[in-house]
T-cell receptor
Framework: ETGVTQSPTHLIKTRGQQVTLRCSSQSGHNTVSWYQQALGQGPQFIFQYYREEENGRGNFPPRFSGLQFPNYSSELNVNALELDDSALYLC??????????FGPGTRLTVL | GESVGLHLPTLSVQEGDNSIINCAYSNSASDYFIWYKQESGKGPQFIIDIRSNMDKRQGQRVTVLLNKTVKHLSLQIAATQPGDSAVYFCAENIGDRGSQGNLIFGKGTKLSVKP
């Protein structure tokens, strides 16, 4: 098991609502990357945070936003939820340019 | 556009046999590739990586082969065990030098090992 934890493990929301997902990075890591994994698909890169600043972003709309805190933990916020946002959300922590260690993910269901 | 994909969505092998999982990539500028294993209910787990200046890299029971001419990557698992049953993803790194962010994952191959 990696030292990366995510909360909550499961979440059910309705369309139009907002959600916040949390990630605690492995000790000593200063970089957190977030991915969305739809059922039966590979993870898709959302964005990466390095030392509290966004350090790269994938092809996701602005309603997907994030934060990284001084202790390097991170949040993913999604506004105006859509049905297609239902997925497993993974965070991965690393040192910049280092191997990424993934957490177990948060399963989000949007009804 | 850039993409990483897999030839076989499912693979079933007998315990003790060797497994080969294939992956095609389309971005010839990619210089770093990673294989991940994802078990049910867990996040992807790093298996092995390879840089584009190499064509083969070996780990414990696993070997990755890279053919840049045809933009093809493969993962070989020797003496496959039931614990190897999982979904395997190849990933391509298109981040800036010095960053391993923005991994592009393929669709995945489900490996089932029959006892």
């Amino acid at each position: 098991e990696t030292g990366v934890t995510q909360s909550p493990t499961h979440l059910i929301k309705t369309r139009g609502q907002q959600v916040t997902l949390r990630c605690s990075s492995q000790s000593g890591h200063n970089t957190v990357s977030w991915y969305q994994q739809a059922l039966g698909q590979g993870p898709q890169f959302i964005f990466q945070y390095y030392r509290e600043e966004e350090n790269g972003r994938g092809n996701f709309p602005p309603r997907f936003s994030g934060l990284q805190f001084p202790n390097y933990s991170s949040e993913l916020n999604v506004n105006a939820l859509e049905l297609d946002d239902s997925a497993l959300y993974l965070c991965a922590s690393s040192l910049l340019a280092g191997e990424q260690f993934f957490g177990p993910g948060t399963r989000l269901t949007v009804l | 556009g850039e993409s990483v994909g897999l030839h076989l969505p499912t693979l079933s092998v007998q315990e003790g046999d060797n497994s080969i999982i294939n992956c095609a990539y389309s971005n010839s500028a990619s210089d770093y590739f990673i294989w991940y294993k994802q078990e049910s209910g867990k996040g992807p787990q790093f298996i092995i990586d390879i840089r584009s200046n190499m064509d083969k890299r070996q780990g414990q029971r696993v070997t990755v082969l890279l053919n840049k001419t045809v933009k093809h990557l493969s993962l070989q698992i020797a003496a496959t065990q039931p614990g190897d049953s999982a979904v395997y993803f190849c990933a391509e790194n298109i981040g800036d030098r010095g960053s391993q962010g923005n991994l592009i994952f393929g669709k995945g191959t489900k490996l089932s090992v029959k006892p």
